[in-house]
């Protein structure tokens, strides 16, 4: 699997350049040697093979912390293969530059760091399996991290949403509003945000703008013309995207991530003009996200952000991926679904009271994350000790437990 011309470039590469230099020198000359870049560009591909083969979800390679070593995540757990071959240093390069265009070779080495998405025929006759990537400089070296994307979109039943949120996100019952999807990195937002919308594709004709960056699950249009546009490919960023798509008359409008005021900003004028909006955010609790969401604007503009909040927001579901008992991973859900009352604690700066409603939320297909919990630990799924430690409200999940003693 080591790239067989590794000899033949060092020895064209002085041990004194380093850095930009050494990655341009590189870069050239599996430019100028086609077999070099096939090669190099194949070796990525077995590396992803056998990603597959051992179910990892995560590869890093390159980089001093890596002890020339790949690196897998399988079931959550990161550690080093034996089964593979160390690479230098100078083969990482390679074989990382080997799939970048032009453009993001410029970006990469303007600002270290590049993120992109892949698709690579893994099998013959395969459909292409799908990566996202995040290239980066590591001690002046070039490291990089690739997430495998599911290429089977899980099932809303799957999923285990209630009957009440499903038809909330479904076209067909809700027109408009702000949904969210929140969690960690790696908590499964993305595949979450790719069942919705594919569920809203095979059951409502209608348009579907995804703006993503990068852009990981590619839908075909089936009842619905689904458009993918991609951060730094087909639009400069997330707020110019959802300007853009509102002039491109959708019904739904994908934003991969809430990131920064503006882009807050527009996701609500957008939900305002009555559109219906799924995003993403990186917290850990329907209350956090609230909270992130107003503090992203100064002082004088927070009750103005809430009462549009309010008024706009339909669905949190806050996500985790925790390990079971089994070697894999569930993902265990908070639902906050949107009333009457909800919007009421939100305008008036009462959000701490919210986590009150969820609990007592069943009936409108509302739970919290320790609930969800609890009901994993009762059916044998999870370990006691699991539910404890992936709580929020440790006091909560501590009452929950103790009841079923």
């Known amino acids: ?36 870049k096939e090669e190099a560009f194949e070796c990525l591909r077995d590396l992803m093979i056998h990603m597959r083969e051992i179910k990892a979800s995560d590869i890093d390679i390159g980089g001093p912390g890596s002890k020339n070593k790949i690196w897998f995540r399988v079931y959550g757990i990161k550690k080093p293969s034996n089964d593979l071959p160390i690479f230098k240093q100078d083969e990482i390069t390679a074989i990382l530059l080997s799939i970048l265009t032009d453009d993001q070779k410029v970006i990469l080495f303007n600002n270290k760091n590049v993120d992109i998405s892949l698709g690579l025929v893994l099998k013959k006759g395969e459909r292409p399996n799908r990566f996202r990537g995040d290239i980066y400089y590591e001690s002046n070296t070039l490291a990089a991290n690739f997430r495998r994307v599911n290429q089977e979109i899980f099932s809303m039943e799957h999923l285990n949403f209630s009957e009440i949120i499903e038809k909330r996100f479904n076209l067909n019952f809700e027109k408009s509003g702000l949904f969210l999807i929140t969690g960690i990195t790696g908590s499964g937002k993305s595949s979450t945000l790719d069942s919705i919308v ?45 300007i853009q798509a509102l002039r491109q008359d959708p019904d739904i409008i994908v934003v991969g991530e809430m990131r920064d005021p503006g882009t807050i900003a527009t996701v609500l004028e957008a939900t305002d003009s009555g559109h219906k909006v799924f995003s993403t955010l990186h917290t850990s609790s329907a209350i956090d996200s609230l909270h992130r969401i107003v503090a992203e604007f100064p002082p004088i503009e927070q009750e103005r952000v809430r009462y549009r909040l309010a008024d706009t927001l339909k669905v949190i579901v806050s996500q985790k991926l925790v390990p079971d008992k089994f070697g894999k991973l569930v993902m265990i859900k908070e639902v906050l679904s949107v009333n009457s009352s909800v919007q009421a604690a939100i305008k008036n700066n009462n959000i701490g009271e919210i986590y009150q409603m969820i609990t007592e939320g069943k009936k409108s297909g509302m739970l919290t994350l320790e609930q969800d919990l609890f009901t994993f630990y009762k059916k044998g799924i999870i370990m006691k000790e699991v539910a404890m430690n992936y709580a929020n409200n440790k006091k909560r999940i501590n009452q929950l437990l103790a009841y079923s003693a």
């Open 198 to 242: 594919d569920m809203n594709n095979k059951t409502n004709h209608a348009h579907i703008v995804i703006i993503g960056n990068p852009i990981e699950y590619m839908h075909q249009s089936i009842k619905s013309i689904v458009r993918h546009r991609e951060v730094g490919e087909d639009v400069l960023t997330f707020q110019e995207g959802t």
């Open 1 to 36: 699997m080591n790239l067989s011309f590794l000899s033949e470039m060092q020895v064209t590469l002085s041990e004194y350049i380093t850095g930009k230099q050494r990655f341009q020198n590189i870069n050239k000359m599996i430019m100028f040697n086609s077999a070099w």
